[in-house]
């Protein structure tokens, strides 16, 4: 039977707006490598661009062969806890996927190892960046979305079998996108170690851009605009999509301006660096619920994070863990309270728009501090116990194999110098004055035959 016009002009516009969100959340890497480079030293500029463009092209071939099957791949022997179809988009497209929705969830993926990339920036062998990067996209990250996004998912809140009576929400990936990349991070700084010896262009520019593609990550994640709700006129997920925008909007600036007058207080003066973390830090926080809480609420969300983002970089200081761009204490450390403060404010009426499209009759688990039960809030925590021991079982031991390969970490001399210099042969700009070292290839050459 041929469809009708008015169906084949709703998933037209619905593809549109996916393929939209996904262009939205791509821009996010060129806001990752503006905010990357601003934050490392001059030295080290280029190397830190061309592992974001890295991330790019090895997660799109990993993600492609191996990552969008494990995470969504069901099939007729489908399971909760791997995908076991669609390797390289075989069979694709189908009844429930298509290559907008491949294309959607590449991004996510290989924005999950450019946060684990600045977590061992300005110290880390090429080599090892092409493997982790590889196996992050490919298997880690894709194996955690399965849990919780796909419908057989043994996390999911949309699988027949509900955690808890109620499943873990994570709408946009507070846990399964930022909390893997920051714990990932993690392990990769400790095992590093602290680098030997900052630069504040372009992080107010990359905060922006991954401001703006944030609009892509969260509200896109409806996948679809037109889906009407029963009952009303005027209602649907195009309402829950601006609604949506409006809190992650409120969390990222409660938590910025939150961050701003709170380093302020510690430190005695003002810091674009400090301000720019925090609106990041409110967005990873709201990432897992803003679908499903109120406006208010997510200004709840932003304070939060901003003082988990405070005081886990106060702990980090305190404990020698070097991570130029935070992104262990940012993403792990506020996807992490993201997942909490879901479980304590999903309104139940959000939760049926997002899950049920609007269905009368369903009910569902929601925020215990809203007289939810305790449902919602225990699948929350097991989302983030499981996370985090996925990521340091496998990442972990990863990160100390090239240890221990001695091809994670470079030489005292390339750091001095400067990666730039001693790995691609001259510098994405002239260094600063401050900086001293060789300015030229050759230079590095000449040292390195002298000492």
């Given at each position: 039977?041929?469809?009708?016009?008015?169906?084949?002009?709703?998933?037209?516009i619905?593809?549109?707006?996916?393929?939209?969100?996904?262009?939205?959340?791509?821009v996010m890497?060129?806001?990752?490598?503006?905010?990357?480079?601003?934050?490392?030293?001059?030295?080290?500029?280029m190397?830190?661009?061309?592992?974001?463009?890295?991330?790019?092209?090895?997660?799109?071939?990993?993600?492609?062969?191996?990552?969008?099957?494990?995470?969504?791949?069901?099939?007729?022997?489908?399971?909760?806890?791997?995908?076991?179809?669609?390797?390289?988009?075989?069979?694709?497209?189908?009844?429930s996927?298509?290559?907008?929705?491949?294309l959607y969830?590449?991004?996510?993926?290989i924005?999950?190892?450019?946060?684990?990339?600045?977590?061992?920036?300005?110290?880390?062998?090429?080599?090892?960046y092409?493997?982790?990067?590889?196996?992050?996209?490919?298997f880690?990250?894709?194996?955690?979305?399965?849990?919780?996004?796909?419908?057989?998912?043994?996390?999911?809140?949309?699988?027949?079998?509900?955690?808890?009576?109620?499943?873990?929400?994570?709408?946009?990936?507070?846990?399964?996108?930022?909390?893997?990349?920051?714990?990932?991070?993690l392990?990769?700084?400790?095992?590093?170690?602290?680098?030997?010896?900052?630069?504040?262009?372009?992080?107010?520019?990359?905060?922006?851009?991954?401001?703006?593609?944030w609009?892509?990550?969260?509200?896109?994640?409806?996948?679809?605009?037109?889906?009407?709700?029963?009952?009303?006129?005027?209602?649907?997920?195009?309402?829950?999509?601006?609604?949506?925008?409006?809190?992650?909007?409120?969390?990222?600036?409660?938590?910025?301006?939150?961050?701003?007058?709170?380093?302020r207080?510690?430190?005695?003066?003002?810091?674009?660096?400090?301000?720019?973390?925090?609106?990041l830090?409110?967005?990873?926080?709201?990432?897992s619920?803003?679908?499903v809480?109120?406006?208010?609420?997510?200004?709840v969300?932003?304070?939060f994070?901003?003082?988990?983002?405070i005081?886990?970089?106060?702990?980090?200081?305190k404990?020698?863990?070097?991570?130029?761009?935070?992104?262990?204490?940012?993403?792990?450390?506020?996807?992490?309270?993201?997942?909490i403060?879901?479980?304590?404010?999903?309104?139940?009426?959000?939760?049926?728009?997002?899950?049920?499209?609007?269905?009368?009759?369903?009910?569902?688990?929601?925020?215990?501090?809203?007289?939810?039960?305790?449902?919602?809030?225990?699948?929350?925590?097991?989302?983030?116990?499981?996370?985090?021991?996925?990521?340091?079982?496998?990442?972990?031991?990863?990160?100390?194999?090239?240890?221990?390969?001695?091809i994670?970490?470079?030489?005292?001399?390339?750091?001095?110098?400067?990666?730039?210099?001693?790995?691609?042969?001259?510098?994405?700009?002239?260094?600063?004055?401050?900086?001293?070292?060789?300015?030229?290839?050759?230079?590095?050459?000449?040292?390195?035959?002298?000492?």
């Amino acid at each position: 039977m041929e469809p009708s016009w008015e169906s084949s002009v709703t998933d037209s516009i619905n593809a549109i707006y996916l393929l939209f969100s996904a262009y939205l959340v791509f821009v996010m890497q060129l806001g990752f490598a503006m905010l990357c480079a601003g934050s490392v030293r001059a030295k080290n500029a280029m190397n830190i661009m061309l592992t974001n463009v890295v991330d790019a092209v090895v997660g799109s071939l990993s993600y492609f062969l191996f990552g969008f099957a494990f995470a969504f791949g069901e099939g007729p022997n489908k399971n909760p806890f791997i995908g076991t179809s669609h390797f390289a988009l075989k069979d694709i497209p189908t009844s429930s996927y298509d290559y907008s929705f491949f294309l959607y969830q590449w991004a996510f993926a290989i924005a999950v190892a450019g946060i684990t990339s600045g977590s061992i920036a300005e110290r880390t062998q090429f080599s090892a960046y092409l493997i982790f990067s590889f196996f992050l996209s490919g298997f880690v990250y894709p194996i955690a979305a399965h849990w919780v996004w796909s419908s057989s998912g043994w996390l999911s809140p949309s699988s027949g079998s509900l955690l808890f009576g109620s499943g873990a929400i994570d709408f946009a990936g507070s846990g399964v996108v930022h909390l893997v990349g920051g714990v990932a991070g993690l392990w990769g700084s400790i095992i590093e170690g602290p680098r030997v010896g900052r630069f504040d262009a372009f992080v107010v520019l990359g905060t922006f851009l991954l401001w703006f593609g944030w609009f892509g990550f969260n509200p896109g994640s409806f996948n679809k605009i037109l889906v009407p709700y029963p009952n009303t006129t005027d209602q649907g997920n195009w309402t829950a999509v601006g609604r949506t925008a409006v809190t992650t909007t409120l969390a990222g600036s409660t938590a910025g301006i939150v961050t701003l007058f709170g380093r302020r207080l510690l430190v005695g003066h003002w810091d674009a660096l400090d301000v720019c973390n925090g609106v990041l830090g409110g967005f990873v926080a709201i990432t897992s619920g803003c679908s499903v809480v109120e406006p208010w609420a997510a200004i709840v969300c932003g304070f939060f994070a901003a003082c988990v983002l405070i005081g886990l970089n106060i702990l980090a200081l305190k404990l020698k863990v070097d991570d130029p761009l935070e992104a262990a204490q940012l993403h792990g450390g506020c996807g992490a309270w993201g997942l909490i403060f879901t479980g304590l404010f999903a309104k139940e009426e959000f939760v049926i728009q997002t899950y049920d499209s609007g269905r009368i009759g369903v009910t569902r688990s929601y925020g215990l501090l809203l007289g939810g039960g305790w449902g919602l809030i225990g699948a929350q925590v097991v989302e983030l116990l499981v996370l985090l021991g996925w990521v340091s079982v496998t990442m972990g031991p990863l990160f100390y194999l090239l240890h221990w390969l001695r091809i994670l970490r470079i030489s005292t001399d390339e750091e001095v110098a400067g990666l730039d210099i001693s790995s691609h042969g001259g510098y994405a700009y002239n260094a600063h004055e401050e900086e001293s070292g060789p300015r030229f290839y050759g230079e590095y050459m000449r040292m390195q035959n002298n000492s």
